[in-house]
């Protein structure tokens, strides 16, 4: 059953009030068609109730366990250590799971889908800071022989990874480009979870998270979050580069909530563009 009054409004909860969560927030206040911002979450419940009181129309701050029993659609733009608090209760209320958090999801991912298809739900992964992921879908509806990702980040933009961390691998005062990682997308999202989604959703797209190889560059030349996709298939061999602005937030670039917008703009739309 739908938790909006009006079934013609999909009605939406936002995990995470960071960057992204206020630029996806600020989004829905001012008017998306078809759906309707009815709260959020935060950690700085305080903060968050600032920001909320200067909107159109402020919604209150829940936790995440919450968000599920007021919303229709259930967006996760949240820390990866906090994604099964929000994902659980939403896919268990059968609602629309969109995340931003793809190596979480990827890391459980059996877990999740079969939660989602005991209890009616979906889980939707926004394109984020990739481009070129239909693509790379449709050459998968035949065979592709190998993909390849190279990413290029400011040093800052990684720091603190779990595996530069693990591994000892320091990226402060770098004067040249340093590869930090070789190795597969699934490897890649455990050790990078704040930094390369990108790389998990490219092997959903693709031929799985295990079959996508992956490397990652601290470029202490570089200001923008760069990524490059070579993909050799049977339908076709295509190159796709993109360089990404950072957020505020240094690991995430600027696309990823506009991303998100998009695909909340899809939901209620009569006319859908992209697989």
């Given amino acids: 059953m739908s938790s909006s009054s009006n079934p013609q409004v999909r009605t939406v909860a936002i995990g995470g009030f960071g960057a992204i969560g206020q630029k996806i927030a ?23 109730q600032t920001v909320m009181n200067t909107y159109r129309q402020p919604v209150p701050v829940l936790t995440l366990g919450e968000l599920a029993q007021v919303a229709d659609v259930v967006v996760e733009c949240a820390p990866a250590e906090v994604f099964a608090a929000l994902a659980e209760p939403a896919l268990r209320a059968g609602r629309t799971l969109l995340v931003i958090s793809v190596g979480a999801l990827v890391a459980r991912q059996a877990h999740y889908q079969a939660l989602a298809q005991a209890h009616g739900a979906s889980i939707i992964v926004a394109t984020g800071a990739l481009l070129g992921l239909d693509a790379v879908q449709a050459a998968a509806q035949g065979q592709i022989h190998s993909i390849r990702m190279v990413t290029r980040k400011p040093p800052q933009g990684l720091q603190g990874a779990p595996y530069l961390v693990a591994n000892n691998i320091s990226v402060d005062g770098l004067t040249s480009p340093k590869k930090v990682f070789e190795g597969n997308a699934l490897d890649a999202v455990i050790g990078f979870p704040a930094n390369v989604n990108v790389a998990a959703a490219l092997g959903l797209a693709g031929v799985g ?20 996709i070579t993909v050799d298939a049977d339908s076709a061999s295509f190159t796709l580069t ?3 602005i950072p957020s505020e937030n240094p690991k995430t670039g600027r696309i990823t909530a506009l991303s998100m917008i998009a695909a909340l703009r899809k939901l209620g739309s009569v006319l859908r563009v992209g697989t």
Avoid: Y
């Fill in 26 to 48: 600020a989004a829905l206040d001012a008017g998306i068609p078809g759906l309707r911002l009815v709260a959020v979450s935060a950690r700085d419940v305080a903060r968050a």
């Fill in 209 to 228: 998270p295990e079959n996508t190889m992956i490397e990652i560059w601290a470029d202490p030349s570089t200001e923008r979050n760069n990524h490059t």
């Fill in 242 to 244: 993109i360089a990404n």
